[in-house]
Nanobody, 121 residues
Framework: QVELVESGGGLVQAGGSLRLSCVVSGSIHSISTMAWYRQGPGKERELLADITSGGSTNYADSVKGRFTISRDNAKNTAYLQMNSLELEDTAIYYC???????????????WGRGTQVTVSS
C-alpha cells in the first residue's frame, strides 16, 4: 500500500510563515507530479501548486509570490513553503501525488489526510 503523510501545519499569526512536508511511502515505482491543495471552511478544494519530477512548477494566482513548492525525489518528499500568510489561508492543506505503484501498469493519484493551517490576526 501507499501512504502520503503531511506535516508542518499549525497556528501562525498573519504575516508569518510555515513549511509543510509531504512524505510518500510504500511500494512505489515512480512519482510524477506532486501537488498541494487546500480546502477552507465552506469552500471547495483548490489546487495551490504542483511540481513535476523534473522540477517544473505551477502556482495558483492566490499564492503566487508567497508560496513555494519544492521536492526531494530521493526522499519521496514534497514541501510547501508558505510566507506572508493571510487570514484567508486558513484551511486544511492536502498533498496529492501521481504514482506508478509496483505491480500496476498505470499511474494512480493518491491523497494525504491533510494538515490544518490556521492563521490568526
Amino acid at each position: 500500500q501507499v501512504e502520503l503523510v503531511e506535516s508542518g501545519g499549525g497556528l501562525v499569526q498573519a504575516g508569518g510563515s510555515l513549511r509543510l512536508s509531504c512524505v510518500v511511502s510504500g511500494s512505489i515505482h515512480s512519482i510524477s507530479t506532486m501537488a498541494w491543495y487546500r480546502q477552507g471552511p465552506g469552500k471547495e478544494r483548490e489546487l495551490l501548486a504542483d511540481i513535476t519530477s523534473g522540477g517544473s512548477t505551477n502556482y495558483a494566482d492566490s499564492v503566487k509570490g508567497r508560496f513555494t513548492i519544492s521536492r526531494d525525489n530521493a526522499k519521496n518528499t514534497a514541501y510547501l513553503q508558505m510566507n506572508s500568510l493571510e487570514l484567508e489561508d486558513t484551511a486544511i492543506y492536502y498533498c496529492h501525488a501521481d504514482m506508478m505503484i509496483v505491480g500496476y501498469p498505470r499511474e494512480y493519484g493518491f491523497w494525504g489526510r491533510g494538515t490544518q493551517v490556521t492563521v490568526s490576526s
